[in-house]
């Protein structure tokens, strides 16, 4: 099966710093794929360079056998990749609904002419973006809170609040930046359903960074490490957690507790 | 959402609350004089002196009597040196206050808008400043009930440039001048021309804006090739500023200028040794001249500018004219206005020419001096 | 050639006051995000200051030389014009800004044009400064030196040395004082300053106070070479150096400098060639570089964190 | 606030009360000063809500508004001038003043749009002038233009009041249509987080280029009613100071606001113009003391705006509550705090 | 008692953050503070350094009211906390920011002894001290906040979120380091969503839950206490 997602050789280079250097990953459809490392290690420049935040400086992303390099943001999220982020960014003043509304709107399908004069496609596109917002918003259950301005919404309602906008582009790879961070062992473990769940409901390939190891290990059917801006290892959870250079690197001793947990 | 109710029904309170002023208006006890002038912004200072010179006229007509056996009452409308603001000015004062006549404004950008309201609304209106001509005149028709109190000049400049050469032995000049301001602009034209007519050569002829202070690059520009004089016909501010950066600049040639240099704000220091042309001397000997320096320092506390002086004549022009008619019909009081002959004023014998200016006279040439305006010719327009 | 350094002189003249107000407007920019635009009425502010010290002190002899005199009359005009606006940006700061502090930054933007205006249009009643055009009488004598065929007048040398001990004075307090790490480390994180136990709103105030006496040197330097006092004088000069500042990468000091530099070597180019154009010719350039450099010269280009 | 008239309903009554106020000034039951202020009143909402649309909604920090008027103003005039002021010409005029504007911005905004916040701002501020000295040399090129002397001959059509109302509420509708749609949803999205907006898939530049556009030909419209309705131009009238007018007052409705943009704009008008009217002379300079107090005050005590981001009921879309049953099963629950 | 806080409220906006926290710290002790987010820990950290305003309650610090005493002199009195998020000054050196951490006192001598002992515990911040703060690496800045915290020679420290964000080796080295401080004498308020680390260093916890305190402890105690397993320690 040809891989949905194909990362060849990525650098970033900013001024003298490596970020990121000859970095490889693949992912197939229906992978679910966990990306770890200590801090700096460039594990968000990967989401941000896959994403079109940063122009790469060599290498090469592939998406469906096609490459998006120097592509718009929004042109790969049209594309079918979608991303949350490590520190929440949420519209603050618009509503639970807009939020996600915004994110239907490539799909909104009639022009800024129509939406003017209230004339031809906008009354039925708007609806059906709406209908399916709300639809979102249910998986989530926050259909409750539709109403309610975004930046009021508590911290792990506004984490799934960014998933569930991330979902509403209809994307096909999904981009989880530390999801779990700030939650507690209860919300963690919800978390882990939830992603779970979605990547069947919305057959997602799932790619996600996440220090929580318990999150990682827990669902990720393959992990790389990353140190420096290179991958130091690559298997699945059990060879990871005994990978002498990532125990060196990145989990210290004590990792075994520290995976129950 | 209940805040809101309440700041929305402040603002509608707000809203109308200037509707309560319509009340106003009637009430023919005094002949009301709308008085339109820059009394906030950049130019405050012209629209006080104008003010000034204004009510100095109506308290001498009030002391002797009034005019049609009422006593003059002055209405003060604010442009802030703004079109719109002036526009608006002049509308509340024909609608609301209902007045018939109008002094001012100040900047002919002002007058301007005023002439075309006053003009449709059968309102006399004499400027005491404006020296552009549309004031007057639109598109070749004259306005009829619009009048200037202030000499639009353009033979001042010729006059400096006969007396530059003949009596100075001037050869070369440079001219700065106010790129936005015809007075300036139409004075700095006639110099240029008459200048070079008579075998003199411009060296630098440069525009510059009103809120220009830095003249530096200008002067720089002209000592590159060191002129015998330096022309500014702008009023005494901007003369200031240039004076005193041209001799900073090491300009060692003749500073001259227009009537703007005659203000007791003038920097007598960096402008020694400099002439300009005017309209009268103040040490002229004449009744009207002595009289009304002497009166107004009394008021005031400062020797007039030329702008209360052209306030005052304006105002002067335009209750003779009223006398004259011996009506409060604007249309009487145009004719009478637009007949005038012969009137003295402070600045100078006064008849109004087809477009409702003044025709010039003689021009007479000062020198600034140790501190003082000394009269050194006097010359014939020609 | 010598007439284009001559320019190239006049224009680091204007460059040089332009730099005293930028720096004011980009400290107060880098600790709390307010585009101050009172700020070139703080220094119209100064130069009244200092033209009425000057007026008071006009009978006083100070030491015998003229020059000498005249230098610490100066001085002593400019030090008045210093603390005035000092003691009136902090008093401003206080009543309008430090309320808005946590408001939409909007906000205080809006209070300070209301500010800009009210400084603007009550300075010019009779019983404060008057509307009144006021010409400052010259410090010095109107001296010109010949170097190497440039003229250069006593006005130049006095502008270039204050700016410059000014500018170093203020560079000295900013890196090596503890209040000018204090200043940076607000500047930086306030909240963060404010657990190190540094007092945030002093700090502020102490910026507030620091830009304005730059202002107001600027005010009577800037009067000095251009000789007119008045109530709306600050509006153009003001927005040119702020113009400078955002150029250079607003929030950097060197930036200010080097942007007001740039400023009024455009301004005095773009005049010498066509006067009318001249400000339309500075703005251009302004736009140039930003267009170039999104953040000004100086600015940090800044990869924003995803 | 349950004002329950139908929206088309009220729109009657509008159209209704700006024909009845036309037909007052016309004979002069109004008279000439209040149908100017109304006037004026109006002019400075239509432009003040492109600005809104600019700024208060897609977050862009524009200070070139004057200018944008001041195209339009001397667009429409010297259309005008050329060929008269018949309502079908002055509509024309007042068309290809806010294309003209528009048209500019967009050429502007193409390379300008890039820069955020204040960088944004002080470039437009610096075209603001760049237009402003353009204006004062125009007649170099155009001589009816008079450059830095200001234009004169702009004749004054018929109900240009009525004009004004129209417009206005065109605006309105326009600005309101588009607040509560999708794109109007892209554009606020850009203004609460424009990296985020775009890695949602909202092409950010066309969005930001749309918002400036269309707020520009707003304030190009305003800018031709403007010339006709005060007769004169001068390049003074559209200088960098006076974009602060619209910015103050979307600010002060509230950023975002269309309700408190119309209040705010008609506001202070009023105050303005009131402050003329209340103060004698002795104190008229006064005006401009107490007007900047009366904004830091307002400032002071409301910093979000006298609306914040609120609309009034009348605005607000009706959206048919659908019915809260999401077609997609729920059986996993995220957390249990709000089941 | 060193640290006393009594029935706290706090209010932003509309809601009502802290709803009447009561606990207290004695002298050389660790209380660790924890629960989910948003439960207020951090508001109460805000709130005991002045950063914040109670709308209720008293905050006493050797017995004196600190309660309205505003930021700045809270600190001077002994009081210190390492922000969430390090939030260190990245335009200014290693050097500076720790000077910054020392703004309150003036002694020039004492001031260096400080900053000695601050490479003792944190040997890596000598290395790089005339480094900008902003280049430093994650694991660096903790420990430099960490440092910049201790500079004003606090008897109380508090910490808000240390391993936020930080891979589980470094975790586990910021602890150790937490408890060596401690051991040096510093008192310690530790505010963690790793409760588990949390309450391996601790003496005493309590345990918030949306702005209240629901139980309290020692750490011992809560370890072994079925709520706390189920909800914070993931079984």
Redesign the interface.
């Known amino acids: 099966m040809a891989p949905i997602l194909e990362i060849i050789g990525l650098s970033k280079h900013f001024g003298g710093l490596k970020a990121v250097s000859d970095f490889d990953l693949t992912l197939h459809e229906g992978d679910l794929q966990g990306l770890i490392?200590?801090?700096?290690a460039g594990k968000t420049t990967v989401f941000n360079l896959v994403t079109g935040v940063y122009p790469v400086t060599t290498g090469d992303i592939r998406f469906e056998g096609q490459s998006i390099l120097g592509q718009e943001p929004w042109m790969i999220n049209q594309r079918g990749i979608a991303r949350t982020f490590?520190n929440i960014r949420l519209f603050p003043n618009l509503s639970v609904l807009d939020n996600v509304r915004v994110a239907c709107h490539a799909h909104g399908g009639y022009s800024t002419l129509e939406a003017v004069a209230r004339v031809g496609r906008y009354r039925a596109r708007e609806r059906e973006i709406t209908e399916r917002a709300r639809n979102l918003l249910g998986v989530f259950n926050l259909l409750g809170r539709q109403d309610e301005v975004a930046k009021?919404l508590?911290?792990?309602e506004q984490r799934r609040v960014e998933i569930a906008r991330a979902l509403a582009a209809n994307p096909k790879v999904l981009l989880l930046d530390?999801p779990a961070?700030?939650?507690?062992?209860?919300?963690?473990?919800a978390l882990m359903d939830l992603i779970r769940f979605i990547r069947e409901q919305f057959r997602l390939t799932i790619l996600l960074i996440e220090?929580q190891?318990?999150v990682v290990m827990g669902i990720c059917e393959q992990i790389t490490v990353m140190d420096f801006g290179q991958v130091i290892a690559r298997g699945k959870p059990e060879e990871i957690q005994n990978n002498p250079k990532v125990i060196e690197?990145?989990?210290?001793?004590?990792?075994s507790?520290?995976t129950?947990? | 959402m209940r805040t809101i109710r309440v700041l929305s029904v402040l603002v509608i309170i707000a809203t109308l609350l200037p509707l309560a002023g319509c009340a106003g208006g009637g009430g023919s006890k005094t002949l009301k004089i709308g008085v339109i002038a820059p009394m906030t912004g950049d130019v405050k200072t012209f629209g006080e002196s104008t003010r000034n010179g204004v009510q100095m006229a109506v308290e001498e007509w009030n002391a002797n009597g009034g005019l049609l056996g009422k006593q003059i009452e002055i209405v003060l409308g604010d442009d802030k040196n703004d079109a719109a603001e002036a526009t608006a000015a002049a509308t509340k004062l024909i609608q609301q206050d209902k007045v018939k006549f109008i002094v001012g404004s100040v900047a002919s950008k002002c007058s301007i808008p005023i002439s075309d309201v006053a003009n449709k609304n059968k309102v006399v209106m004499i400027s005491p400043t404006s020296t552009n001509p549309k004031v007057t005149v639109a598109d070749g028709v004259l306005k009829p009930f619009v009048f200037r109190a202030c000499f639009i000049d353009p033979p001042q400049g010729a006059a400096m440039a006969k007396f530059a050469t003949e009596n100075l032995g001037i050869k070369t000049a440079a001219v700065f001048y106010d790129n936005g301001n015809d007075y300036v602009k139409g004075l700095a034209e006639f110099f240029k021309a008459s200048f070079e007519a008579r075998g003199g050569k411009v060296t630098v002829y440069e525009a510059y804006a009103q809120t220009d202070t830095d003249f530096t690059a200008l002067l720089t520009k002209v000592m590159a090739e060191p002129p015998d004089m330096l022309y500014i016909p702008d009023y005494y501010n901007m003369v200031n500023l240039v004076n005193q950066q041209a001799r900073a600049a090491g300009f060692k040639g003749i500073l001259a200028g227009g009537d703007g240099w005659d203000s007791s704000d003038l920097d007598f220091q960096a402008a020694d040794g400099g002439y300009f042309t005017n309209h009268y001397a103040a040490d002229d000997p004449r009744a009207e001249v002595q009289n009304w320096v002497a009166r107004y320092k009394a008021k005031y506390g400062t020797v007039p500018d030329a702008l209360a002086t052209l306030g005052y004549d304006a105002a002067n022009l335009l209750l003779n004219a009223i006398k004259t008619a011996n009506s409060e019909d604007p249309v009487k009081v145009k004719d009478a206005l637009a007949a005038t002959a012969g009137f003295p004023t402070v600045s100078g014998t006064i008849s109004f020419d087809e477009n409702h200016n003044p025709i010039n006279k003689d021009v007479v040439i000062l020198q600034v001096k140790e501190g003082k305006f000394v009269h050194v010719a006097t010359l014939k327009p020609e | 050639m010598t007439y284009v350094l001559q320019q190239l002189l006049n224009g680091i003249q204007l460059g040089f006051v332009y730099a005293l107000i930028a720096l004011g407007y980009t400290m107060v920019y880098g600790i709390v995000r307010l585009i101050n635009f009172a700020h070139g009425d703080v220094f119209m502010v100064g130069a009244f200051v200092g033209y009425f010290t000057l007026r008071a002190l006009a009978r006083v002899t100070l030491a015998g030389a003229s020059w000498l005199n005249g230098i610490l009359l100066f001085l002593l005009a400019m030090l008045a014009a210093m603390a005035a606006c000092t003691l009136l940006n902090v008093t401003i700061e206080r009543i309008a800004y430090k309320p808005l502090r946590n408001a939409p930054r909007i906000a205080a933007l809006i209070t300070a044009i209301g500010v800009s205006l009210f400084l603007e249009y009550f300075s010019s009643l009779k019983f404060v400064f008057g509307p009144n055009y006021i010409t400052f009488p010259s410090p010095l004598p109107a001296q010109t030196w010949e170097v190497a065929g440039l003229r250069i007048s006593a006005i130049q040398v006095l502008i270039a040395v204050v700016a410059t001990l000014l500018l170093l004075g203020l560079n000295y307090i900013i890196r090596y004082t503890?209040i000018g790490?204090?200043m940076?480390?607000t500047a930086?994180?306030r909240?963060?300053?404010?657990?190190?136990?540094?007092?945030?709103?002093l700090t502020i105030s102490f910026t507030f106070g620091l830009g304005a006496a730059l202002a107001g040197a600027g005010g009577v330097l800037y009067v000095s070479a251009y000789p007119r006092v008045h109530t709306f004088m600050g509006i153009i000069p003001g927005l040119k150096a702020f113009t400078a500042a955002v150029m250079g990468g607003i929030g950097s000091l060197p930036g200010a400098f080097v942007g007001a530099l740039i400023m009024g070597v455009a301004e005095v180019t773009a005049k010498s060639l066509y006067s009318t154009m001249a400000d339309g010719v500075a703005f251009l350039i302004l736009i140039l570089v930003l267009l170039v450099k999104p953040s000004g010269i100086f600015g940090r280009a800044e990869v924003e964190k995803v | 606030m349950k004002w329950k008239v139908p929206s088309w309903g009220l729109l009657v009554i509008l159209l209704a009360a700006g024909a009845v106020l036309q037909l007052a000034i016309h004979l002069e039951v109004i008279n000439a000063y209040w149908a100017l202020v109304v006037t004026y009143m109006c002019i400075a909402v239509i432009s003040s809500l492109g600005l809104g649309i600019i700024y208060g909604f897609s977050g862009q920090f524009a200070l070139g508004h004057a200018a944008f008027m001041g195209l339009g103003a001397y667009t429409a005039a010297l259309i005008t001038r050329y060929m008269g002021v018949a309502p079908w010409t002055f509509a024309i005029a007042l068309v290809g003043g806010a294309l003209l504007a528009g048209g500019v911005a967009w050429l502007v905004g193409l390379p300008i749009l890039r820069l955020r916040s204040d960088y944004l701002g002080i470039a437009t501020l610096g075209f603001g002038i760049i237009v402003r000295v353009l204006f004062e040399n125009s007649d170099k090129v155009i001589p009816v233009t008079a450059g830095a002397r200001g234009m004169t001959g702009i004749e004054q059509p018929d109900f240009v009041f009525l004009w004004a109302f129209l417009l206005l509420l065109g605006a309105i509708i326009v600005a309101r249509n588009l607040r509560f749609s999708s794109p109007g949803r892209a554009l606020l999205s850009i203004r609460e987080d424009e990296t985020a907006a775009n890695l949602m898939g909202v092409d950010v530049v066309r969005y930001k280029t749309i918002a400036f556009v269309l707020g520009c030909s707003y304030a190009g419209l305003a800018g031709g009613l403007y010339a006709h309705t005060f007769l004169f131009l001068h390049p003074s009238n559209f200088d960098f100071i006076k974009s602060f007018d619209p910015l103050l007052i979307v600010v002060l409705g509230g950023l975002g606001s269309i309700t408190g943009t119309v209040v705010a704009g008609t506001a202070w008008v009023a105050v303005l113009e009131g402050l003329r009217l209340v103060l004698p002379g002795e104190v008229l300079e006064w005006r401009y003391v107490i007007y900047p107090v009366l904004l830091i005050a307002m400032m002071l005590t409301r910093p979000q705006g006298l609306f914040g981001t609120s609309e009034a009921a009348i605005l607000r879309p009706r959206e048919a509550e659908a019915p809260a049953a999401p077609a997609l099963a729920t059986e996993v629950t995220a957390d249990g705090t709000h089941p | 008692m060193l640290l006393q806080v009594e029935n706290l409220h706090v209010h932003y906006g509309a809601?009502h953050a802290l709803q009447g926290i009561s606990f207290h710290l004695e002298q050389g002790e660790i209380v660790t503070l924890i629960?989910?987010?948003?439960a207020g820990k951090s508001t109460t950290l805000k709130t005991i350094?002045?950063?914040l305003r109670p709308t209720a309650g008293a905050v006493y610090f050797r017995g004196q009211d600190i309660t309205r005493l505003?930021?700045?002199k809270i600190?001077?009195l002994g009081i210190?906390?390492v922000?969430e998020g390090r939030?260190?000054?990245?335009?200014?050196t290693v050097r500076?920011n720790l000077?910054?951490?020392a703004?309150?006192r003036s002694d020039r001598r004492e001031i260096a002894e400080s900053m000695e002992r601050v490479f003792a515990s944190f040997p890596r911040l000598k290395e790089r001290l005339d480094q900008l703060g902003g280049t430093l690496?994650?694991?660096e800045q903790q420990m430099l906040a960490m440092g910049?915290?201790l500079m004003?020679r606090p008897e109380l420290l508090l910490l808000d979120e240390p391993s936020?964000?930080?891979?589980?080796?470094?975790?586990?080295e910021i602890f150790r380091i937490i408890r060596e401080i401690n051991q040096q004498g510093t008192s310690i308020l530790l505010v963690e969503?790793?409760?588990?680390m949390a309450l391996s260093v601790a003496n005493r916890g309590y345990v918030l839950e949306t702005g209240r305190i629901v139980l309290e402890g020692t750490a011992a105690e809560l370890r072994d206490n079925a709520q706390v397993r189920?909800?914070?320690?993931?079984?």
């Open positions: 490392g200590p801090n700096g490590q009021n508590p911290y792990g530390e961070a700030g939650m507690n062992p209860s919300e963690v473990g220090h190891m318990r690197a990145y989990l210290g001793r004590g990792v507790y520290r129950a947990l | 503890k790490k204090a940076r480390a930086f994180d909240d963060a300053a404010r657990l190190m136990g540094i007092n945030v709103d | 809601i629960g989910a987010n948003g350094c002045g950063l505003p930021a700045h600190v001077s210190s906390q922000p939030r260190i000054f990245a335009p200014l500076e000077e910054m951490g703004y309150t690496s994650g694991g910049r915290g004003s936020m964000g930080l891979a589980p080796i470094l975790v586990e969503q790793n409760a588990h189920a909800a914070y320690l993931g079984g």
